[in-house]
């Protein structure tokens, strides 16, 4: 705070937003229909009462409260976001888990399509997340390619490429075109997934699979020099 003066300003900018949120809680207690939430009490279970009146001094210390929780938590929020600490576990790679969790061992093992095929479906999705996808620029070692398809999320073309091992066990390598910057490879386990993924070229990419997280991050690392 002594020395930074963009903390030591922004420091400012959250004390100062606590008093319309205040005043704002304010305003929702006064309209509260406490009437109502009174009658809805059990009669058998009588309320307890607070000390002073509801709406009035231990209300509004309440209201100050919540007011400093909230500065507080966009202080820490931003504090968190400046230094990276919160990384960025967006909300596509949530996306992704929530649908890779339903794939099984037969969802993609029965698709085997030819080099011609595979060549056709990679350009198509290239085209759409601005990448030059060919069969030997996306082969990867102990995988076998199955398909090719192109999904979006919030509106920005999200490709995958679906790829199985000698078990049939799905792998995704997936491509989003949302203009991300450069940001080097990063892995982390979720449950029974592991993740690794890089930015590159305004693309987000992702490998995803139910193999050891080692695993993914040496497979991003070869995907990474390729595309």
């Known amino acids: 705070m002594a020395t930074d003066e963009r903390l030591r300003q922004r420091y400012d900018e959250l004390r100062a937003a606590g008093a319309p949120i205040a005043a704002s809680l304010d305003e929702l207690l006064r309209q509260a229909p406490l009437e109502r939430l ?17 709406s009035g001094h231990g209300l509004r210390q ?39 969790n ?36 996306v082969a990867l070692p102990g995988l076998r390619f199955t398909v090719a398809c192109m999904l979006a999320y919030e509106g920005k073309p999200l490709g995958v490429i679906a790829y199985v091992d000698p078990s049939g066990a799905p792998v995704l390598l997936c491509i989003f075109a949302n203009h991300a910057t450069d940001a080097p490879i990063r892995s982390e386990r979720r449950d029974d997934l592991s993740l690794a993924w890089w930015s590159q070229s305004g693309r987000s990419h992702l490998v995803i699979g139910r193999i050891p997280e080692e695993r993914a991050v040496a497979l991003a690392q070869t995907i990474e020099k390729r595309i």
């Not at 929780?69 to 990276?84: E, R």
């Open 102 to 137: 339903l794939y099984t061992n037969e969802t993609f093992s029965p698709l085997n399509p030819d080099a011609s095929l595979q060549a056709i479906e990679l350009t198509a999705l290239g085209a759409r997340v601005g990448a030059n996808l060919t069969p030997e620029t």
């Open 62 to 100: 309440l209201a100050a409260g919540i007011a400093i929780g909230l500065v507080a938590a966009g202080a820490a929020a931003w504090i968190a976001l400046s230094f990276g600490l919160l990384g960025d576990r967006d909300d596509w790679r949530s996306a992704v888990v929530e649908y890779t």
């Open 38 to 54: 009174r009658a809805a009490i059990p009669v058998d279970r009588p309320a307890r009462q607070p000390p002073g009146r509801f």
